[in-house]
């Protein structure tokens, strides 16, 4: 038994190995398609959620490094302020060994506190954001929680389906009046694949009866692309576009909820490094609809790999999105 089990794990770790070594001959990091212009973003702001870590942090720098002034928002100060920190220390070392003078000011980052966990962090950042800033080009909706226990927002919501939609929503409403004067500007929402796994059951959003919590992040998830479609048709003919995306599966915390045996880490390490796109990568798609001319005017649409894809029935069903849209609105006090 224990040969067997040893044989099967040093097959596995060849297998990884191999294709490990396929992938990276072949191909290095799939960057923006058409190329980055660096002045692409210059005098664009761009507003990030959960933009210290992972997918966030990447498409960050890849942002400013196209010209973009890009606000950081983010739950921890402490840990955003290190990250912008480290961000600037990169983008000044990028500047000094590139071939073209450094980007210098043509990219800014600003760090402001954003917890989607509770409303009054939300209205209390808008309200900042509607104070201070004259306009606003691209939102970008990338923050969000995966797979945890079963936990509460400050407002009493189910955490995933309140950070992950309900959160982004009552964010993106209250600052549609800016992206509006701003116009033409983007919205970006940031899904997931395994939306394909979720439902919506009216009767328990707050998932008070049951939790599960693969069901419930699908459920964000598909959530995510449900609002993405009503919001797109609620836009029409205002020059704000929305699209909604999925980056793969990329190496980021994301994860930290979840359960590793320790035996099994080591495989799960080298598979996960086989496999998982890095946040670099998995940020592409994010990069490509808040920046590329190739997407001027499309809204509603859902992508991958910086391409359009094709969505389930249940995805793209108007009446539901209305629905979900109407009862998050009173959710979340837009209606009594």
Known sequence: MAVATAAAVLAALGGALWLAARRFAGSGVQRLRGGGDPGLMHGKTVLITGANSGLGRATAAELVRLGARVIMGCRDRARAEEAAGQLRRELRQDAECGPEPGVGGAGELIVRELDLASLRSVRAFCQEMLQEEPRLDVLINNAGIFQCPYMKTEDGFEMQFGVNHLGHFLLTNLLL???????????????????KYGDINFD???????????????RSKLANILFTRELARRLE???????????????????????????????????????FKTPVEGAQTSIYLASSPEVEGVSGRYFGDCKEEELLPKAVDESVARKLWDISEVMVGLLK
């Open 177 to 195: 009046g800016l992206l509006k004067s701003s116009a033409p500007s983007r919205i970006v929402v940031v899904s997931s694949k395994l939306y």
């Open 204 to 218: 328990d959003l707050n998932s008070e009866q049951s939790y599960n919590k693969s069901f419930c992040y699908s």
């Open 237 to 275: 003919g205002t020059n704000v576009t929305v699209n909604v995306l999925h980056p793969g599966i990329v190496r980021t915390n994301l994860g930290r909820h979840i359960h590793i045996p320790l035996l099994v880490r080591p495989l799960f390490n080298l598979v996960s490094w086989a496999f």
